[in-house]
């Protein structure tokens, strides 16, 4: 079951450029609250709250006690951080989506997926486990949303799988996904097949031998000259 750890907001009027610079000068993030209301409502946060609440969440989808502050007035509601938009480069939070959500209200959410144990499959074969999703949508009711979905692959061997209808989710939570949806297998491992190299043969040279000079005929009428002077 996910914690419902307080934070809190104040709502703000201005919107824009200008009044979003004005808001982070002062060390807050501008935010927003959908759902239970007439129409979302703009709010700030307290930059140091949110980064430390998302700094020890195991997701951004964590439920929330928001206590609002509108001027003297305060309330109180329950919410889903829904989206956090962070800087590109350094990392800063800076923007947050809310949604509001009653205790008997049914929602949706996306919860991480945890693989345990090590599989007999990656132990004893030298397999490859391999994560195919890394969160599942679910739905239940607020009071029982889990902050993670541990699932235990320590029995998987070559070729296993856990499929979405063989997890076991905690007693209220359902998941939207298919059921034959592949969460997490134990793959072969891969063999590197090494390169044929064919040998080359190198061709000989081709040698080419001098034509010997062949005897010159002789002309007609005429006998050829003796090979030996006779003495």
């Given at each position: ?133 890394h969160s599942l949508?679910?739905?239940c009711l607020p ?21 979405v209808k063989d ?65």
């Open positions: 079951m996910a914690n419902q750890t307080k934070l809190t907001a104040k709502t703000r009027a201005d919107v824009g450029r200008s009044a979003v610079n004005k808001i982070k000068a002062e060390g807050r993030v501008p935010a927003v609250i959908y759902g239970g209301h007439d129409k979302p409502v703009n709010l700030s946060l307290d930059k140091r709250e949110i980064a430390n609440l998302l700094a020890h969440a195991v997701s951004e989808h964590v439920l929330v006690d928001l206590t609002i502050a509108d001027g003297a007035q305060v309330t109180s509601s329950l919410a889903l951080i829904q989206e956090v938009q962070h800087h590109p480069l350094k990392g800063d939070v800076l923007h947050v989506d809310f949604h509001a959500v009653r205790a008997d209200e049914t929602l949706h959410a996306e919860v991480p997926v945890e693989p345990f144990g090590e599989p007999e499959g990656v132990k004893n074969a030298g397999g490859i486990l391999e994560i195919a999703v949508e679910v739905e009071k029982d949303l889990p902050e993670i979905i541990r699932i235990d692959v320590s029995a998987l061997n070559l070729g296993d799988a856990i499929h997890i076991q989710f905690p007693e209220g939570v359902t998941a939207t996904a298919d059921g034959d949806l592949t969460v997490v297998r134990v793959a072969a491992p891969k063999v590197e097949v090494e390169p044929v190299v064919e040998a080359v043969v190198a061709a000989e040279p081709e040698v080419i031998k001098e034509k010997k000079e062949e005897p010159a005929a002789a002309a007609p009428g005429k006998p050829a000259a003796e090979k030996t002077e006779k003495k």
